[in-house]
C-alpha cells in the first residue's frame, strides 16, 4: 500500500509520540540473501572504447514513460545537456538528475614508455551500483527507495517521496540526484532500466555497448565471469560476451592486463554493479575510504531517531499554530471592538 505525504505525516507524528512515549527502540532489518535472480551489471573497463553510446541509448529509454529520467514537465524530450555556449553536443561532466550513466576518461600524468602524451589508458563508467544493502533504502523513512526481492535492483516511488534528500547524504559512492529546478522534484537514479526489464528486455546501456564493455545478467554469473577474466594471460585471446552473458554474441579481443581485484564484490557490503579495470580503481575515481563495510550500519543509529525527531517536530508546530491563531483571533476582536 503506497504512503502519500499527508499520510507520511500523519504515521510520523504517531511514531514520534510511541517513541517519546517510551516505546522499545526499533531494530535493524535483517541481513538480506542475494537472490538467485538478481540482475546487474558487469563493466570491463578494458573493453571500453569510450564511444559514449550506453549515455546515449541511456537517456532515450529512460527519458520515455516509466523510466528514471521521466517526467510530465517534459514528456517527449531526452534531457540533454549542452555546454554553455554550444548546444549541440550532449556532454555532462557528472551525473545530476538529467544524467544517470557517465563515461569518464583516466588520463595518466606521466604515460607509460611508448604511448602517447595524454593518451587515456582507461574509461570508466559511472552509474547506481545497486548494493545488496543500499544505505539509500535504510535511510528513507517513508519507503520510497526500495531494493527489489527477486531483481535486487533499487527502484524509486515519486509518489512516496517527500524530499528529505537522507539518500543523497546516506550514499557512499554520492548518486542519488536531485531535481532542483522542476516545481515537483524527485530523486533520480539508475534504476537498472527496470520499466524494461519488466516488459523482457534489459539495460539499455547493454544493450548498445558494442564491444561488451557493459555486460548485463545475473549477478552469479557475472561473478563468475569476472572470476574467469582475472585467470585469463595478458595477450592471449577471449570470446568476450556482448550486450547480455546468457546471450549467442561474442566478440574476439586481446586480454589486457587486469588488476586483480573486482570491485563491488566486497565494496560497501557487496554491489550488483562490478567492475574490472587495467588501472587501480583509485586512479579512476572510486573513493578508496569506502571499506567492506554494510554502510546500514552506519545509519541506522541516526535513522532510527528521525520518527521521534520529525513527530516532536509536528507536535511543536501544531502548538504553536493553535497559540499563534489564538493571539491572532484576539488582536482581532480587540481590533474589532475598538472600532465599533
Known amino acids: 500500500m503506497a504512503i502519500n505525504r499527508r499520510d507520511f505525516l500523519k504515521f510520523s507524528a504517531g511514531a514520534g509520540l510511541m517513541a517519546t512515549a517510551g516505546a522499545p527502540p526499533a531494530q535493524?532489518?535483517?541481513?538480506?540473501?542475494?537472490?538467485p535472480d538478481a540482475v546487474g551489471i558487469l563493466y570491463d573497463a578494458t573493453?571500453?572504447?569510450?564511444c559514449m553510446s550506453c549515455m546515449v541509448n541511456c537517456k532515450k529509454a529512460n527519458a520515455e514513460p516509466g523510466g528514471a529520467l521521466y517526467h510530465k514537465e517534459t514528456a517527449g524530450t531526452i534531457p540533454f545537456e549542452y555546454p554553455a555556449g554550444d548546444p549541440i553536443y550532449d556532454a555532462p561532466l557528472q551525473l545530476s538528475d538529467k544524467t544517470l550513466c557517465l563515461i569518464k576518461a583516466y588520463r595518466a600524468d606521466e604515460p607509460p614508455e611508448g604511448t602517447e602524451p595524454?593518451?587515456?589508458?582507461?574509461?570508466?563508467?559511472?552509474?547506481?551500483?545497486?548494493?545488496?544493502?543500499?544505505?539509500?533504502?535504510?535511510?528513507?523513512?517513508?519507503?520510497?527507495?526500495?531494493?527489489?526481492?527477486?531483481t535486487g535492483i533499487v527502484t524509486y516511488n515519486k509518489n512516496r517521496c517527500f524530499g528529505c534528500r537522507y539518500c543523497q547524504i546516506a550514499c557512499p559512492f554520492g548518486i542519488p540526484a536531485y531535481e532542483w529546478?522542476?516545481?515537483?522534484?524527485?530523486?533520480?537514479k539508475c534504476q537498472l532500466c527496470n520499466h524494461r526489464y519488466a516488459q523482457g528486455g534489459y539495460s539499455a546501456c547493454c544493450e548498445s555497448c558494442p564491444t561488451g564493455a557493459s555486460l548485463f545478467g545475473k549477478v552469479t554469473d557475472l561473478r563468475e565471469e569476472a572470476k574467469r577474466r582475472l585467470g585469463l594471460k595478458p595477450g592471449d585471446t577471449y570470446a568476450?560476451?556482448?550486450?547480455?552473458?546468457?546471450?549467442?554474441?561474442?566478440?574476439?579481443?586481446?586480454?589486457k592486463r587486469y588488476v586483480d581485484h573486482v570491485y563491488g564484490l566486497e565494496e560497501a557490503g557487496g554491489t550488483q554493479?562490478?567492475?574490472?579495470?587495467?588501472?587501480?580503481?583509485?586512479?579512476?575515481?572510486?573513493?578508496?575510504?569506502?571499506?567492506?563495510?554494510?554502510?546500514?550500519?552506519?545509519?541506522?543509529?541516526?535513522?532510527?531517531?528521525?520518527?521521534?525527531?520529525?513527530?516532536?517536530?509536528?507536535?511543536?508546530?501544531?502548538?504553536?499554530?493553535?497559540?499563534?491563531?489564538?493571539?491572532?483571533?484576539?488582536k482581532h476582536d480587540v481590533g474589532k471592538g475598538d472600532a465599533s
Open 28 to 35: 535493524a532489518a535483517p541481513r538480506r540473501q542475494l537472490s
Open 118 to 150: 595524454n593518451q587515456p589508458l582507461s574509461f570508466i563508467k559511472q552509474h547506481c551500483l545497486h548494493c545488496l544493502e543500499p544505505a539509500c533504502v535504510s535511510v528513507c523513512p517513508v519507503a520510497a527507495l526500495q531494493k527489489q526481492p527477486d
Open 47 to 50: 573493453l571500453c572504447i569510450g
Open 273 to 330: 554493479y562490478l567492475f574490472l579495470a587495467g588501472v587501480e580503481f583509485d586512479k579512476l575515481g572510486f573513493n578508496p575510504k569506502i571499506t567492506n563495510q554494510i554502510y546500514p550500519d552506519f545509519t541506522w543509529d541516526y535513522v532510527s531517531h528521525v520518527p521521534a525527531l520529525i513527530g516532536t517536530l509536528l507536535v511543536a508546530g501544531t502548538v504553536t499554530r493553535i497559540v499563534t491563531q489564538k493571539l491572532e483571533k484576539k
Open 181 to 188: 529546478s522542476k516545481a515537483s522534484p524527485s530523486v533520480v
Open 240 to 255: 568476450y560476451p556482448v550486450k547480455r552473458i546468457d546471450g549467442n554474441e561474442r566478440t574476439e579481443q586481446v586480454v
